[in-house]
């Protein structure tokens, strides 16, 4: 069935190191694929997003990249900051209207 | 402020009793959705609807009605027969093209 599987489950770095988080979806048909970040209490806020016939999007210190043969996709956040401190949630498209979620990435960016 | 609005932030509820989470935006989206997140788990759907008076069951909607009357509302209500109704809910919405779905800051529903 639909589904996508983000590794890792949590992730602690060092301010300044590069983070990376990693997701693998199931359905080739799948042609959209958001990060959101929620901070403790909040809702998600979109932060990146890419789409199937891109392979890669920077945005400042944020940037995601696709490759669909392997069916897979990443966040990578360089220079990391405190700020940065989060869960980051990524996602795939099937259906028109329909997302579906991995199960988060707790980040820890250690001063 | 543009945005989606929901109420009440935190709301317990008794046991055999319904309760209706309220969520409202003014982006002028077609799309809205619910979404039901516990701890260590990401998002999952329990209904979503497209257009005015017409909506689909997502994959969680046992226990949970919605109605969409009006396109800037979309209220959800966990009813008695949702066996573990305690979580996080998030209200969203996109465009009918859907590309970015925005969410809302989240409804905490404690059942005590």
């Known amino acids: 069935g639909e589904n996508v599987e983000q590794h890792p489950s949590t992730l602690s770095v060092q301010e300044g190191d590069s983070a990376v988080i990693k997701c693998t979806y199931s359905d080739s048909a799948s042609n959209y694929f958001p990060w959101y970040k929620q901070e403790l209490g909040k809702g998600p806020q979109l932060i990146i997003d890419?789409?199937?016939?891109?392979g890669e999007k920077k945005d400042q210190r944020i940037a995601v990249t696709l490759n669909k043969t392997a069916k897979h996709f990443s966040l990578h956040i360089t220079e990391t900051q405190p700020e940065d401190s989060a869960v980051y949630f990524c996602?795939?498209?099937?259906?028109?209207?329909?997302?579906?979620f991995g199960s988060g990435t707790r980040l820890l960016v250690r001063p | 402020d543009g945005g989606i609005t929901q109420s009440p932030k935190y709301l317990f509820r008794k046991e055999g009793q319904n309760v209706t989470l309220s969520c409202e935006q003014n982006?002028?989206?077609?799309?809205m959705y619910w979404y039901r997140q516990d701890p260590g788990q990401g998002l999952r759907l329990i209904y979503y609807?497209?257009?005015?008076?017409?909506?689909q069951k997502g994959d969680i909607a046992e226990g949970y009605s919605v109605s969409r009357e009006k396109k800037e509302s979309f209220p959800l209500t966990v009813t008695s027969a949702q066996k573990n109704p305690t979580a996080f809910y998030l209200c969203a919405s996109s465009t009918s093209e859907v590309n970015t779905i925005y969410f809302g800051e989240g409804s905490w529903l404690t059942v005590v």
């Open positions: 890419i789409r199937s016939n891109v």
């Open positions: 982006l002028n989206h077609d799309a």
């Open positions: 609807s497209q257009i005015v008076n017409d909506f």
């Open positions: 996602a795939a498209r099937w259906a028109s209207y329909k997302l579906i």
